[in-house]
């Protein structure tokens, strides 16, 4: 029977709504349902990270509203439908603490400071790099923040190193030498290599020893008076840093075959603390026949005491915007050797009736020529064996060290032999200081600190005077604290202390492994063993943690050395 559209019609519900029924029920097939919109986004199902980012401090909430504030929890919005009900008689309980708050903390008033430093997890598990350091408040009420970032809190802001440095821009710096076009290269070696070599050898044998030492004066190992300060005093005293084809003695060991290879303390602590350095250097290597000698150019930067070589922030140079020119990396090395220089000198007693005398007498020193008066100088020369148990003949290394002074020992009596060195400070404030503890105030009360931050910021220097004492066979070795007499003026210094220590327990301190600096000695002689007779150059990439070896032709740096006499001599005659 045909439906008629008047039945159809009486059909359809009476309300106005058509479709499923709506109910209150929000659970589908048993499982709370939260609607949404087709325009929400979906973030994370469950944030086990929230209390994190409520954390104060570096980030806090603003930085959790800036980065999440485009991300929203699924069911954040409709959290009301599944929220438990409290009942009411849990609000008559309370918490009972009977432990004692924490010390009140220092506010932003005056002189009010925090001071955060530390390496790996810092203050509320903040990730620190090479050092973290935090400073709020001033005087005054005035807040300058210092932070790792770019700007930090305030209007200053320095950067201090740490992990936000991965994007600092890569320092160019100059070779120490000019590589010319006609230099082949012949090896590349990354220091990655370098620290993984080991070669075990004896303490070494003395063949001779030439010239003599003043007796230490103890008086500088006593803290200075407060009211009085000791100054440096300008010693002119004639020292030799010869190198080693010029060495009259070496000559005459090479002759007498008594080793093949030859070097000096200088240049045979550079090589074997290789990996510490990041600043460029170069020696000259000569192979004749089956003799090797390690050179240095005349006017080498091996000559030069470098300063905060190894800080997380080195000093500048005039074109990466340092404008204080006293405080250049030329300039502070050239002040760092002109003190060391000086200090050997005043530090020992100069008495013609209590020195000690080596077998022979100083090699270099011509009194018809020169003018100013010897200083206390020994020259050790000592064998060392590098031989390993696959070598057919033995391999022998000859090494010219240095000493500086003697000094009676307190209990026995018997005298003892120093290496006397000197660290400066020139502004613990500036720029390329590297964090450093200002020495006036601090290096009584804080000995410890100030040498650790020294052997941070100072790794490959105090490595190689440690490897120069050690070599030399050194009982003690002196090290001075010498600090500008003002900041801003880099000729005047003031000697602030003297501490001792034993090389070999120092080097240890500083993780100093010579078995490593053997390896390395090793392996650039059996480069050269390898090659024709000739000269070579090794040079540390200024910019890279790598040595390159380089053959030059053999009159390379003769040539420059002849020139720059030519020109002394023609002024001489001009005058």
């Not at 609000?91 to 005056?110: A, E, L």
């Not at 950067?159 to 290269?185: A, E, L, T």
């Not at 010029?246 to 002759?255: K, N, R, S, T, V």
């Not at 032709?553 to 720059?564: H, I, L, Q, Y």
């Amino acid at each position: 029977m045909p439906v008629s559209l008047a039945d159809i019609v009486s059909a359809l519900p009476s309300d106005e709504t058509w479709g499923p029924p709506t109910t209150t029920d929000a659970l589908v097939d048993g499982v709370p349902y939260a609607p949404y919109s087709k325009g929400d986004k979906l973030g994370r199902m469950a944030d086990w990270t929230t209390e994190g980012k409520d954390r104060d401090g570096r980030g806090g909430r603003q930085q959790y509203n800036r980065n999440y504030r485009d991300q929203q929890v699924y069911g954040a919005g409709t959290s009301s439908l599944f929220a438990v009900q409290v009942a009411e008689d849990e609000s008559s309980f309370s918490v009972v603490d009977n432990t004692r708050t924490s010390t009140k903390t220092r506010g932003f008033g005056r002189g009010g400071a925090t001071f955060v430093r530390g390496r790996g997890r810092g203050v509320r598990d903040q990730r620190g790099g090479r050092g973290t350091f935090q400073r709020v408040g001033g005087r005054g009420g005035q807040q300058n923040a210092y932070y790792d970032n770019r700007g930090g809190r305030g209007a200053r802001g320095r950067r201090f190193g740490g992990w936000k440095d991965y994007d600092k821009p890569q320092r160019n710096r100059d070779s120490s030498v000019n590589i010319k076009p006609d230099w082949q290269m012949l090896e590349e070696i990354d220091f990655n290599r370098l620290a993984k070599l080991n070669l075990e050898t004896s303490t070494g044998e003395d063949i001779d020893n030439y010239g003599f030492l003043y007796y230490y004066d103890r008086t500088y190992d006593k803290q200075p008076v407060k009211s009085i300060e000791r100054k440096l005093n300008v010693v002119d005293r004639a020292a030799y840093n010869v190198t080693t084809s010029q060495d009259p003695i070496i000559h005459e060991l090479a002759e007498k075959d008594e080793a093949t290879i030859f070097a000096t303390d200088n240049i045979l602590s550079m090589l074997m603390c290789a990996p510490r350095s990041v600043y460029s250097w170069d020696i000259v290597i000569t192979r004749s026949g089956n003799k090797i000698f390690l050179d240095k150019r005349e006017g080498s930067s091996l000559d030069m005491v470098s300063v905060n070589e190894n800080a997380a922030d080195a000093p500048l140079e005039a074109s990466e915007g340092n404008k204080d020119q006293i405080n250049f990396p030329g300039a502070l090395a050239l002040e760092a050797t002109f003190i060391n220089h000086n200090f050997v000198n005043q530090t020992v007693i100069e008495a013609e009736n209590s020195k000690f005398e080596m077998q022979h007498e100083n090699p270099f020193y011509n009194p018809s020529e020169e003018t100013e008066p010897l200083a206390s100088k020994a020259y050790k020369y000592r064998r060392y064996d590098l031989s390993l148990e696959k070598d057919e003949e033995p391999l022998h290394l000859i090494v010219r060290t240095e000493l500086d002074a003697v000094v009676k020992n307190n209990v026995s009596s018997e005298d003892q032999f120093l290496v006397v060195k000197a660290l400066n400070e020139f502004d613990h404030k500036a720029q390329g200081s590297g964090g450093a503890l200002d020495w006036r105030t601090k290096l009584t009360s804080q000995r410890g600190a100030v040498v650790a931050t020294e052997m941070k910021n100072n790794s490959c220097k105090l490595a190689r005077w440690t490897v120069q004492a050690i070599l030399a066979r050194a009982d003690v070795m002196k090290l001075g604290f010498v600090s500008r007499t003002t900041p801003k003026s880099n000729d005047r210094h003031v000697i602030l202390g003297v501490m001792g220590y034993d090389p070999r327990k120092f080097a240890e301190q500083m993780n100093l492994n010579l078995n490593n600096g053997w390896g390395i000695v090793r392996t650039i002689i059996d480069m050269v063993r390898g090659m024709k007779d000739g000269k070579y150059v090794l040079v540390k990439d200024p910019n890279k943690p790598l040595l390159r070896l380089y053959e030059v032709p053999v009159g390379t740096f003769e040539e420059e050395d002849e020139g720059a006499g030519g020109e002394e001599g023609a002024e001489e005659g001009g005058e």
